[in-house]
């Protein structure tokens, strides 16, 4: 299981990393997902990953004080709309789909701006 833990953190650091430069995909949830998968796979790996400018720079905040900036916040927003939006738009034909994606979008929508703390800088 903990290969699985392993290569499941490593993409998830790739794809966060894209994510820094790609601003359509989100780096903050693939960075907690690597965060998760390698303080289960491999604690050298995790204290590699806790002494990354990514790390301090994307998540640290969070971690500590479970607050963001409100750019971070708009960010994942943004993204995770333009994503599910070009889902909802090629889901003509599966209503199921639309709604379980509406309720999906509701859902970060309400995490984002009601959970987590707006950090201010």
């Known amino acids: 299981m ?5 290569i ?11 994510g820094v430069v790609l601003p359509i995909l989100p780096s903050t949830p693939f960075f907690l997902l690597a965060l998760y998968c390698f303080a ?9 990953f806790l002494s990354t400018s990514l ?8 971690v500590n004080h479970k ?3 409100m750019k971070t916040k708009l960010s994942i927003l ?3 709309t333009v994503v599910m939006g070009a889902g909802f738009y ?5 209503p199921v789909g639309r709604i379980l994606l509406a309720i999906v979008w509701v859902a970060h929508m309400y995490y984002f701006l009601f959970r987590v703390k707006t950090e201010n800088t």
């Open 55 to 62: 790390y301090k720079k994307h998540l640290q905040t969070f």
């Open 67 to 69: 607050s963001m900036t």
């Open 90 to 94: 090629f889901m003509k034909a599966v």
């Open 40 to 48: 289960r796979s491999s604690k050298r790996l995790h204290t590699w």
């Open 2 to 6: 903990k290969i699985v833990f392993l």
């Open 8 to 18: 499941i953190g490593l993409l998830s650091v790739g794809l966060g990393a894209i």
């Open 78 to 80: 943004i993204s995770v």
